[in-house]
Each structure stands twice: as C-alpha cells, then as structure tokens.
C-alpha cells in the first residue's frame, strides 16, 4: 500500500457525511469541567486565526475568513473557551455549502484546536455542536471534507459518527490506510 498520510495539494479531500438514519439524532456534545462552549463573538477572529496556524493552516486574516462569514449558520461558529484564561482554544463552524448540484448541504468546517489543551474532548464538543446546528436547522446532507494527515480530526468525526465517502476508487485504500493508522474498523460497504 502506497497511501500516503501528509498533504499533497493535487489529490482530492477525504469527504465524510453524516448518516441519514441519524438526521434525527444529533451527536451528544459533553465538556470537561474548566472550559465552556459559547458561539463568535466580535473580536475572536485573532483568536480563531492563531487556532488555525496551530492547526496547518497559516495565513489566516480578515481576507481569508471572508468567504466563510457568508455561510456560517447564524449562531453556527462554535468556540470552546478555557475558563481560566478566557481563552478560545477549539473552534468549528456550521457552514450553509451552496452548490449548483448540491443547494442544500451543510458543512463541518474548520475545526481547530490549541494543542496545549489537547486530550480533552474540545474538537469533539465544537464538532457536536456545529453539527446539531446543522440538524437544527433541517439539513439532511450534512459533510465534511478533510485531508488524509489530519488524524485527530478525523478520529473525532469517525467517534461522532460521521462515515467516509468513498466517491473515487482511490478512496477506499486511502481510507484502509488511515484507519489502520487509527486502529478503526473499516469497511468498504460503508
């Protein structure tokens, strides 16, 4: 198996989709005690833009994020603060995905977290809540997309219940690859 798990621009995203038998069951969202989840606030987009440099994606300004703002569902941006500093340390977002093929979908988007407060269930908590906001909003095609190396987010979305999209025959050795890594079971019939 030549799989490999780092990023590589021209291959496409993994894609993940939340199951229609659980459209009615949003995931359960649970916080450790010492942090809280609250939506955007003005003046966390220096925050956020730190949590995504933390994350892989550096460059983040104003500019960047503009594309995002349009879609977000109102109260959809989810933030996990550290109640002792205050601090956005997880981020996650409950994205309106307007395509011409697909005018109705809804999108987990960019989950980040600060790895100094890593192991403690905060991209779990931001992605519940972001996809509950999709469920209550009445989305019944709700995804993600996501790369290879991004293991601790995709651990999150396969505990939560999201299912691989295996919409392109590399995708199935892509996905054996990962959940070996993972120690998740995998099957194609998925």
Known sequence: MTTQLSYDESRPQLQMVWPEH??????????????????????DEPRFFRLMELAGWPGWDNER???SLSRILPDGWFTAVHEAS???????????????????????GWLAGDPAHAGNGLGSAVSAAATARLI?????????????FRLAAISIYLKLGYVPVLYRPE??????AICGVLKWPFSPGE
Do not use: C
């Open 136 to 148: 209550a909003a009445g989305y019944r095609d709700i995804r993600l997309g996501t790369e290879d």
């Open 171 to 176: 995708m199935i050795e892509r996905w054996q």
């Open 65 to 67: 994020l503009k594309p």
């Open 22 to 43: 659980r459209q009615s069951t949003p995931p359960v969202l649970r916080l450790v005690a010492g942090y809280s989840l609250r939506t955007y606030r003005p003046g």
């Open 86 to 108: 205050g601090e956005i340390v997880a981020t996650a977002m409950a994205l309106h995905n307007y395509s011409g093929l697909q005018p109705f979908q809804g999108n987990i």
